[in-house]
């Protein structure tokens, strides 16, 4: 299973990241910042936000 975080929180996303290292659960967290226009936001959330793993806090 994994949680979908759409946030533009930079600085969250590398503390979730770093963690990601050691707390093992946090590295299925899908996250997509819906400010960069390279993480195609909305062509991702149209298609069903799959759990991709270009976007999971363990890649």
Do not use: C, Y
């Not at 390279?38 to 793993?53: K, S, Y």
């Amino acid at each position: 299973m994994s949680f979908k975080t759409v946030s533009k929180d930079e600085s969250a996303r590398g503390a979730f990241k770093d963690a990601s290292d050691r707390v093992v659960d946090l590295q299925q967290i899908v996250w997509v910042n819906p400010t960069q226009d390279e993480e195609t936001p909305i062509d991702w959330l149209q298609n069903g936000a799959r759990a991709e793993a270009h976007r999971m806090l363990g890649a």
